[in-house]
T-cell receptor
Framework: EAQVTQNPRYLITVTGKKLTVTCSQNMNHEYMSWYRQDPGLGLRQIYYSMNVEVTDKGDVPEGYKVSRKEKRNFPLILESPSPNQTSLYFC????????????FGNGTRLTVT | GENVEQHPSTLSVQEGDSAVIKCTYSDSASNYFPWYKQELGKRPQLIIDIRSNVGEKKDQRIAVTLNKTAKHFSLHITETQPEDSAVYFCAAIMDTGRRALTFGSGTRLQVQP
């Protein structure tokens, strides 16, 4: 089944404790991206990747890192999480650029205390 | 960068009525305009999209119209049903070097039985 898989679905952590949210797609998509969703703000892009070893900042990249060592994986890293990073995170992929339909993962609800 | 404004933020209609959600965008270079539906607790999913070389696109009860001159596009849902209740997001992509899909802030549609 074609899908984008995110893990974990729920995560509660404390300020400053490094964490990684994994994202994997099995559709051989070139384009992958991370979004955060906050009430009233819609979906805001954190980082995106056009292909392996090619990443770029989105609208809200501060406090986040990503890597794209393999085509299928695009982990989101929070080196030192803070409470303002409490949010619902979505990974998404598409065949080529962001102008192709996006396939979203199920989301990761992160709480930083 | 691109800015997408979406209205209204909430919309309540009676079952069988029509619903219209409007979005405006700022960058005339945008050429791809998708709409995503997000049911409660689920991932966003593409429901319809339109490219700048057409003015209207229909898919059963859903249609999208685009006015490039005015830089706005709209989602039309006819004969609404309770299962249409969800949050709807419009988006636009500014494909001028920085390939980032910018989302509107979302419209919560409630269809009353």
């Amino acid at each position: 089944e074609a899908q984008v898989t995110q893990n974990p679905r729920y995560l509660i952590t404390v300020t400053g404790k490094k964490l990684t949210v994994t994202c994997s797609q099995n559709m051989n998509h070139e384009y992958m991206s991370w979004y955060r969703q906050d009430p009233g703000l819609g979906l805001r892009q954190i980082y995106y990747s056009m292909n392996v070893e090619v990443t770029d900042k989105g609208d809200v990249p501060e406090g986040y890192k990503v890597s794209r060592k393999e085509k299928r994986n695009f982990p989101l890293i929070l080196e030192s999480p803070s409470p303002n990073q409490t949010s619902l995170y979505f990974c998404a992929s598409s065949l080529r650029t962001g102008s192709s339909p996006l396939h979203f993962g199920n989301g990761t609800r992160l709480t930083v205390t | 960068g691109e800015n997408v404004e979406q209205h209204p933020s909430t919309l309540s209609v009676q079952e069988g009525d029509s619903a219209v959600i409007k979005c405006t965008y700022s960058d005339s270079a945008s050429n791809y305009f998708p709409w995503y539906k997000q049911e409660l607790g689920k991932r966003p999913q593409l429901i319809i999209d339109i490219r700048s070389n057409v003015g209207e696109k229909k898919d059963q009860r859903i249609a999208v119209t685009l006015n490039k001159t005015a830089k706005h596009f709209s989602l039309h849902i006819t004969e609404t049903q309770p299962e249409d209740s969800a949050v709807y997001f419009c988006a636009a992509i500014m494909d001028t070097g920085r390939r980032a899909l910018t989302f509107g802030s979302g419209t919560r549609l409630q269809v009353q039985p």
